[in-house]
């Protein structure tokens, strides 16, 4: 178990629809990292945030948009979803005292038809 | 720009063969470089890393070494088990220059190992 933890495990929803993808990140880590894992790209980053603060963007589409809460989990939104939205996608958060160890959760396996 | 080649699967071993799975990345800065295993159905555990130039990761009997002069970060198993069967993924990540930390990943290398 890695203290990371995503929800849900996998989401079936039809396109054009909206989702949210839940991050917590292990007790104290305040970084939390966003990817998508499909067939066609690999693994791919999406975003990272910091204690609240977007960081950094990677391959991030306009219709996907993230956000941490003073909490520090996190949210994933992806809206008018199309089939190539399909994919698993994890989340990670860096530990606080080795930024350059991340622990990964399980992932969401959102299936998009 | 940052990215990273691991030789493509799938591998297929007996168990005690030899393994390398061989990585090569291109990066701006001084990155440090990550190998990562995913086991059917779970998330990504980090294996092994290394932070700078010639420091070798080394971890349940894998190692990988840090070669600057060849880009390259191959990892390597002496002698493998059925329970070694899973995908490996070489990773980069880079801080600075626009990037916060985040993992520029291989496509990823499938191990199979029969008994």
């Known amino acids: 178990d890695s203290g990371v933890t995503q929800t849900p495990k996998h989401l079936i929803t039809a396109t054009g629809q909206r989702v949210t993808l839940r991050c917590s990140p292990r007790s104290g880590d305040l970084s939390v990292y966003w990817y998508q894992q499909s067939l066609d790209q690999g693994l791919q980053f999406l975003i990272h945030y910091y204690n609240g603060e977007e960081r950094a963007k990677g391959n991030i589409l306009e219709r996907f948009s993230a956000q941490q809460f003073p909490d520090l989990h996190s949210e994933l939104n992806l809206s008018s979803l199309e089939l190539g939205d399909s994919a698993l996608y994890f989340c990670a958060s860096s530990d606080r005292q080795d930024l350059r160890r991340a622990f990964f959760g399980q992932g969401t396996r959102l299936t998009v038809v | 720009g940052n990215s990273v080649t691991q030789m493509e699967g799938p591998v297929t071993l007996s168990e005690e063969a030899f393994l390398t799975i061989n990585c090569t990345y291109t990066a701006t800065g001084y990155p440090s470089l990550f190998w990562y295993v995913q086991y059917p159905g779970e998330g990504l555990q980090l294996l092994l890393k290394a932070t700078k130039a010639d420091d070798k990761g080394s971890n349940k009997g894998f190692e990988a070494t840090y070669r600057k002069e060849t880009t390259s970060f191959h990892l390597e198993k002496g002698s493998v088990q059925v329970s070694d069967s899973a995908v490996y993924f070489c990773?980069?990540?880079?801080w600075g220059g626009g990037s916060q930390g985040n993992l520029i990943f291989g496509k990823g290398t499938k191990l199979s190992v029969k008994p």
């Open positions: 990773a980069l990540s880079v």
